[in-house]
């Protein structure tokens, strides 16, 4: 160091640090030989801590306040030191200020697909991101164990841990919930509560409260989210031949407005009115069709012979042959009963059908009258 800064160091006895900059976790206060002298003045500002350090061991920690630094505010130092009666100017220490601030908006993600087997689509690789907040909890365990002796330590010197922290917690979350992809969006909140629920005690491991945790976005790969886009095309699509007309009304309103086409475009317009006319008069004709149909019955199972009868002027039937005995054993219809089945030109006795004799050969005729 330069003779100013020897000079500068000997007469300047104020401590403090306003920090500049939006990320600094810790900044090292740096004076000539880390001189400081008997009486100086620390301001610790609001959202920061003064720690002190004496060859390597961690001493005085002082809060946000003014403060006159002699033996009865630094009772560790002047004990590391065996002062009893007051300490001589300078003596040496290094002080770092770590800024206790809620660091906000710190991003997290994914650096590769995660694998997970998907009760819907089966073995499917996503990927997903969001931000944190955290502050420092304890700053002489963040010293110790993260910053050390690095004189400026910002919050880009630890972010990748802390990400590899949150994505390892979220990957085990999304692997033990079991939830659908396609659900997971209405699951961010929870998703979000039980990986920071998870990652706190870590955090604590280094000094750092974890404030907040929030999943931002869990993305498919590109060729799996194509085919969710046509998946979800064709649901709202809904019924393609009013689909298609209604394109084929389209392209017609795009040629007849274009004046550069002229005599083609109005062609090709009339063409494609023509093809829509034939295809929603085709479309009519079928359903006058279906209209026009009457309602009737199935017809029988092939190679099952039935009959319609007539009975007391009515129509009633079809039957088959098991139900035409029973009616014949019963006194129902008899052999001059009129019959018909398809095609037969006219109604008939069933007497005289070849089909019919089993019906009445077993039945005797009548009485003769008395």
Known sequence: MGLFNKIRGEFIDIIEWLDPTQNTMVHRFERFQNE???GAKLTVRESQVAVFINEGQLADVFKPGLYTLTTENLPILTTLKGWKYGFNSPFLAEIYFV?????TDLLWGTPNPVMLRDPEFGPIRIRANGNY???????????????GTDGNFTT???????????VTRFTD?????KIPVLDMASNFDEISKYCETKMKPEFLEYGI?????????IGLPENVEAALDKRSSM???????????FQIGQSMEAAANNPAGGG????????????????????MGQMGQQQQQPQSSPPPVPGVVSYFVAVNGQQSGPFDLNTLKQMAAQGQINSDTLVWKQGMGQWAPAGAQPDLTAVFGAVPPPLPPK
């Open 235 to 245: 649901g709202i699509i809904g019924d393609l031949n009013k689909f298609q007309q």
């Open 99 to 103: 800024n206790t601030k809620q660091f």
């Open 133 to 147: 907040t955290m502050k420092i909890s304890d700053p002489g365990l963040f010293i110790k164990t993260i910053a």
């Open 36 to 38: 400081i002298k008997n």
């Open 209 to 217: 409260e974890l404030l907040k945790f929030l999943v931002a976005s």
């Open 264 to 283: 083609a475009a109005a062609g090709m317009g009339m063409g494609m009115g023509f093809g829509m006319a034939n295809a929603m008069m085709g479309q």
């Open 156 to 166: 880009e010197s630890i972010t990748n841990q802390l990400r590899n922290v949150a």
């Open 173 to 177: 979350a999304i692997g033990e919930s």
